[in-house]
C-alpha cells in the first residue's frame, strides 16, 4: 500500500503510540525521514527505538511538542521552519479523549478542542511555506463520531453545557471540517482526513470500565487500524477525501474511502471554523 517515500521528509504528532508509533513505522519502511514531535521524552525514545530495531537505517528525529499550548506549537513549527526542509507528509494524529471532567490548556481552551483541534490546526498554518515547498500530502485523524456529531458555534467549547462524549466528537467532526476546507483553500498542498474504527489504544484509558468492555467487543488491532490512515496518507488519490474501516459501522474493516460524513458538509461550516482557528490561534489569514 505505502508507496517509495525514500527522501521524504514526514510529521506525524503522536508518534510515540498507538496508531501514530504504526503508522510512523510503516513510513519509515518505505524510506521516509521521520520527524516525531512528542511530549513525553521517555516514550518518544522508546518509539524511536522500537522503529530503528525494526528498520535498522532508518532515520528518526525527536522534537519537542505539547499540542495543548500554542506556545509549544509555535517554538517547534519554528525550528522547522529554520531549516526550511520542505515537508512531504504531516499526520496530525495526536489526541485527547474523554478526559474525567472539563479541563482546559494552557492557553484556557477546552482540553479535546485547544488540543485536537486547535493545536493540530494551528501547527498545520504554521508550517504552510514548507507544506507547499513540499507540495505534501497533510492526513487529519478523525473519528466515527464525527457522524454524529454536532456543531454549536455559540458554545464552541462547552462553557455553558459541557459533555466529554459531546465535546469529543465536536472536535472530530472540526478536525474532518478543518481537513476538508485545507484542501479547498490550498492548491498546493492535497489534505484527507482518516479514522481507524474502533483501535484498542491509549485513548481508551479514560473511557468507563463498562463503556471500555462494550468497545472491546466490536475493536481491532493497532496493526488493522492504521491501515485507513496510511492510506490516507500515501494513496496516489489525493484531496478532500475520507477513509475508515469498511465494516459495520465503521467498527473494523479493511481500509476503504468512505463518502463524507453528513455533518462536515454544512455550507458555510468551513469557512467559519477557519476564521475561528486564526482568531484563537493569532495568526493572520492570508490575502
Known amino acids: 500500500m505505502t ?9 506525524v504528532t503522536g508518534g510515540s503510540d498507538g496508531i501514530g508509533r504504526e503508522l510512523a513505522l510503516h513510513l519509515a519502511r518505505a524510506g521516509a525521514d521521520l520527524v516525531l514531535p512528542v511530549r513525553d521524552p521517555a516514550k518518544g525514545e522508546a518509539a524511536a527505538a522500537l522503529i530503528r530495531d525494526a528498520v535498522p537505517a532508518a532515520k528518526v528525529r525527536l522534537e519537542r511538542l505539547d499540542l495543548a499550548g500554542l506556545a509549544s506549537v509555535a517554538a517547534f513549527a519554528d525550528g522547522l521552519l529554520g531549516e526550511g526542509r520542505p515537508v512531504d507528509l504531516l499526520v ?7 478526559p474525567p471532567s472539563r479541563q482546559v490548556t494552557a492557553d484556557g481552551f477546552e482540553l479535546q478542542f485547544g488540543t485536537n483541534v486547535l493545536g493540530h490546526a494551528a501547527l498545520t498554518l504554521r508550517l504552510l511555506p514548507l507544506l507547499r515547498a513540499g507540495h505534501a500530502r497533510v492526513t487529519t485523524l478523525t473519528s466515527s463520531a464525527a457522524k454524529q456529531a454536532k ?6 467549547q462547552g462553557e455553558r453545557r459541557y459533555g466529554g462524549t459531546r465535546a469529543y466528537g465536536r472536535s472530530k467532526l472540526l478536525n474532518l471540517i478543518f481537513a476538508l476546507e485545507l484542501d479547498r483553500r490550498v492548491a498546493e498542498v492535497s489534505s484527507n482526513a482518516a479514522h481507524p474504527g474502533t483501535t484498542l489504544t491509549n485513548l481508551y484509558r479514560t473511557t468507563p470500565g463498562p463503556l471500555r468492555a462494550i468497545t472491546g467487543r466490536f475493536a481491532q488491532t493497532v496493526a488493522r487500524g492504521v491501515l485507513p490512515p496510511l492510506m490516507a496518507a500515501t494513496a496516489p488519490d489525493a484531496g478532500g477525501r475520507l477513509y475508515g474501516p469498511d465494516g459495520f459501522g465503521e467498527f473494523t474493516g479493511g481500509p476503504a ?7 462536515a458538509r454544512r455550507p458555510g461550516d468551513g469557512e467559519r471554523l477557519w476564521r475561528v482557528i486564526h482568531q484563537l490561534s493569532g495568526l493572520p489569514e492570508e490575502e
Open 3 to 11: 508507496t517509495d517515500l525514500t527522501g521524504r521528509l514526514a510529521v
Open 92 to 98: 496530525n494524529n495526536a489526541g485527547v479523549m474523554l
Open 151 to 156: 456543531v454549536d458555534w455559540d458554545d464552541l
Open 257 to 263: 474511502e468512505l463518502k463524507v460524513y453528513r455533518s
